[in-house]
Nanobody, 122 residues
Framework: QVQLVESGGGLVQPGGSLRLSCEAS????????MGWYRQAQGKQRELVAS????????NLADSVKGRFTISMDNAKNTVYLEMSSLKPEDTAVYYC???????????????WGKGTLATVSS
């Protein structure tokens, strides 16, 4: 079994910062990519940021470039999303995603966390 558990959401004022964390645990052989998606109320889920396990490649949505940073601690199988200069439109449930190979399996599987709510409001 593989689990992704997010933490760090909450309520913050516009212009503020939040740090989200997501730890992957369980029988994992290799993580290829971890990322963050978000879904605002009434909207489709969208990719926010992703990072390869070696940290050599990152991808950020245009809407968060210059404000959000993604990083990964391979030893802890944990991905972080540092969010700054937050705007009300950043309000959403943020979901962690991992592309990995589980132990004693072949091929790649995708896993999702249950999500953490980030609310930007005054």
């Amino acid at each position: 079994q593989v689990q992704l558990v997010e933490s760090g959401g909450g309520l913050v004022q516009p212009g503020g910062s939040l740090r989200l964390s997501c730890e992957a645990s369980g029988r994992i052989s290799k993580i290829n990519v971890m990322g963050w998606y978000r879904q605002a109320q009434g909207k489709q889920r969208e990719l926010v940021a992703s990072i390869t396990s070696g940290g050599d490649s990152t991808n950020l949505a245009d809407s968060v470039k210059g404000r959000f940073t993604i990083s990964m601690d391979n030893a802890k199988n944990t991905v972080y999303l540092e969010m700054s200069s937050l705007k009300p439109e950043d309000t959403a449930v943020y979901y962690c995603n991992a592309e990995l190979t589980a132990a004693r399996t072949v091929g790649i599987s995708f896993y999702w966390g249950k999500g953490t709510l980030a609310t930007v409001s005054s």
